[in-house]
């Protein structure tokens, strides 16, 4: 079982209500690369408000389990910053291949972050 199958769904939930508090209420991009732009801040603001409400959570054990969630939550945004400095680099490099595979997995990681 992994980290993430261990963590209860009140965690999930408190790690939801932090992201949904920090999304825009504006009109959704239609280019993936400004939906995982978007999406990539949402979540660096959201991360520390999960942490915190975390940090409420009584139970150790649980409280652990909230912790993981908001380092996935941390994670999936370092990645989706990576994919952002990849689609840059490729665009600079005129590697049309190399472009293809990162608004492919920029695609994978707005559907995550939603």
Known sequence: MTALARVPFWAWLLV???LA???ESATPKKDV?????AS???AERAAPLARAACGLVPDEHQRTGCLDGAGA???VAREGRGVLATVERCREEQDA????LALERAAEIVRVLR
């Open 16 to 18: 939801g209500c932090a």
């Open 21 to 23: 508090a920090c999304r």
């Open 33 to 37: 690369l400004d939906q995982l732009a």
């Open 40 to 42: 990539v801040e949402h």
């Open 73 to 75: 939550l941390e994670s």
């Open 97 to 100: 291949e190399c472009l293809a």
